[in-house]
T-cell receptor, first 114, second 115 residues
Framework: DGGITQSPKYLFRKEGQNVTLSCEQN?????MYWYRQDPGQGLRLIYY???????QKGDIAEGYSVSREKKESFPLTVTSAQKNPTAFYLC?????????????FGPGTRLLVL | DQQVKQNSPSLSVQEGRISILNCDYT??????FLWYKKYPAEGPTFLIS?????DKNEDGRFTVFLNKSAKHLSLHIVPSQPGDSAVYFC??????????????FGKGTLLTVNP
């Protein structure tokens, strides 16, 4: 059945370490997004991609990197430059159109710093 | 500067009664609005949406009202059920250049429906 998968569910990062969060979708959606949620906060956009091999920075891109080599996959790397990485990370995807597209979310990955 | 505001962090209602969740926005370029429901440690699930050309959209127990002049929308849940207890996020879509649209989220309202 179609959907968005994120792995792992929990991820631990040591100081100075880069970690990569996986996001895969089989909905045939062109657009994919990464958000970060902190306690008591809304979702903030990190990066998004509307086509393979192209992506744009969102509102809080510093300390993160992404790639979009396949339509189905949009991995997010949390680099050592991200000084406050502990958060719940959510991946989403949508079709492309005239602005009335619904974004559908994966189950999320919780990143914790050791 | 918060462009989408959900001013009530929490709301508690009795089972069977109406739940009304509110959302205000400041950007007049927003033209599509969505409500998401989120349980702890899970991704948000889409609930209902409304285009800026409408003032009401209904889907079963859920109705969203949009008042463009007041830059205000609300989600009504009737009747409320204990399973509706979750955090509800309001989101608004705006054009960001090229073929890009982005969502801006409010901070959410925790709804608790008491049996």
């Amino acid at each position: 059945d179609g959907g968005i998968t994120q792995s792992p569910k929990y991820l631990f990062r040591k100081e100075g370490q880069n970690v990569t969060l996986s996001c895969e979708q089989n909905l045939n959606h062109d657009a994919m997004y990464w958000y970060r949620q902190d306690p008591g906060q809304g979702l903030r956009l990190i990066y998004y991609s509307q086509i393979v091999n192209d992506f744009q920075k969102g509102d809080i891109a510093e300390g993160y990197s992404v790639s979009r080599e396949k339509k189905e996959s949009f991995p997010l790397t949390v680099t050592s430059a991200q000084k406050n990485p502990t958060a719940f990370y959510l991946c989403a995807s949508s079709t492309l159109g005239q602005g009335e597209e619904t974004q559908y979310f994966g189950p999320g990955t919780r990143l914790l710093v050791l | 500067d918060q462009q989408v505001k959900q001013n009530s962090p929490s709301l508690s209602v009795q089972e069977g009664r109406i739940s009304i969740l509110n959302c205000d926005y400041t950007n007049s370029m927003f033209d599509y609005f969505l409500w998401y429901k989120k349980y702890p440690a899970e991704g948000p699930t889409f609930l209902i949406s409304i285009s800026s050309i409408k003032d009401k959209n209904e889907d079963g127990r859920f109705t969203v009202f949009l008042n463009k002049s007041a830059k205000h929308l609300s989600l009504h849940i009737v009747p409320s059920q204990p399973g509706d207890s979750a955090v509800y996020f309001c989101a608004a879509s705006s054009y960001s250049g090229g073929s890009n649209y982005k969502l801006t989220f409010g901070k959410g309202t925790l709804l608790t429906v008491n049996p």
